[in-house]
């Protein structure tokens, strides 16, 4: 993820440098979003079946947040939707099948973020049935850095651990294999929650490599 996010980085520098650069300026604040995209090049999206997704938006930089906003719930069913439309079937957490990559969503709250560290854990029957204790392996975030306040964070990560821990609290590396990015969300009013739907729904739109082959 770390590289995936340092190339995004780069990109929503040089465009928010562009913008500046702008001698007309912007007419409205839709004007100033930027919507990012990067991938895996080795990542085999044709075969994925299935994703899971924990229905939670983890706020960077803020940890009272504790039920899903508005905006929340926009991010959750927009990424749902476009998953979906690119034939990935939805594993529900009640589901005892694992899936084949995982959705997380992020909103960055704070001016800046420097780094941090989360980790995503498991709901029930989303492991390995040979490690029961770990269902879902808990995913540690890291790396994150200079993403403005009002960021949007969309990511898969590749379901399969490249090593298997040996106790609950080793670390384990998950790959992100697809990551989208977009910019300019302060609050929940209407106007922003349309804008971060149309954001979220352009990644997807100029992803068209995450197609998946299956017929589900």
């Known amino acids: 993820m770390k590289n995936l996010s340092s190339k995004i980085l780069s990109a929503i520098a040089m465009l928010a440098l562009l913008i500046g650069c702008n001698p007309q300026g912007p007419e409205k604040a839709s004007d100033y979003d930027v919507v990012i995209t990067n991938y895996d090049k080795s990542a085999e999206f044709g075969n994925i079946t299935t994703f899971g997704m924990p229905w939670k938006v983890t706020h960077v930089g ?12 926009v991010i959750l069913n927009t990424t749902k939707a476009e998953l979906e439309k690119m034939n990935y079937r939805y594993l529900p957490e009640t589901s005892t099948e694992k899936p084949d990559v995982v ?7 704070t001016t800046t973020v420097h780094s941090w560290w989360n980790w995503w854990g498991g709901y029930p029957g989303w492991g390995y049935p040979s490690y029961p204790g770990y269902p879902w392996y808990p995913y540690p975030v890291q790396g994150i850095y200079a993403y403005q306040k009002g960021t949007i964070m969309i990511e898969l990560a590749n379901n399969t651990p490249t090593h298997l821990p040996a106790a609950e609290s080793d670390s384990v590396l998950i790959p992100i294999i697809w990551e989208g990015v977009t910019n300019g969300f302060t609050t929940n009013s209407q106007n922003e929650m349309m804008r ?3 954001n979220i729904q352009q990644m997807f739109v100029q992803s068209p490599y995450l197609m998946s082959n299956s017929s589900n």
């Open 62 to 73: 803020d940890t009272t947040e504790s039920e899903n906003s508005e905006m929340d719930l």
């Open 103 to 109: 959705a997380l969503c992020y909103a960055v709250t």
């Open 196 to 198: 971060a739907e149309k």
